[in-house]
Nanobody, 125 residues
Framework: QVHLVESGGGSVQPGGTLRLSCDVS???????MGWFRQAQDKEREGVVT???????SYAPSVKGRFTISQDNGKKSFHLQMNALKPEDSAVYYC????????????????????WGKGTLVTISS
């Protein structure tokens, strides 16, 4: 069973930065984890995925601004979000699947087996 615990989030002005973290417990040698987000009245959107192979995939809307990383202990993941825009406002979910990432993992939230409770990110002046 996978447990996901998110932290971070909050409210900042446009151009600001935020850092999200996700503590994960998992018994699998292969995995795909990442972040999805859902803005009000919009569908869930893949933000980034990180595979146990080291492959990273970013959504075009965040590429160059967001960076995913994994700590040395490999049980925590972080999403550094820079140059934030009002359209980045959403509930951000840490997600996990027990398979290596495929392109579908970023495109379709149904490929992710486990979800955190979500953390709210608000970008507003």
């Amino acid at each position: 069973q996978v447990h996901l615990v998110e932290s971070g989030g909050g409210s900042v002005q446009p151009g600001g930065t935020l850092r999200l973290s996700c503590d994960v417990s998992y018994p699998y040698p292969n995995w795909c984890m990442g972040w999805f987000r859902q803005a009000q009245d919009k569908e869930r959107e893949g933000v980034v995925t990180l595979s146990s192979t080291g492959t990273i995939s970013y959504a075009p809307s965040v590429k160059g601004r967001f960076t995913i990383s994994q700590d040395n202990g490999k049980k925590s993941f972080h999403l550094q979000m820079n140059a934030l825009k009002p359209e980045d406002s959403a509930v951000y979910y840490c997600v996990f699947d027990s398979e290596r990432c495929r392109p579908e993992h970023l495109d379709d939230h149904n490929y992710m087996d486990s979800w955190g409770k979500g953390t709210l990110v608000t970008i507003s002046s």
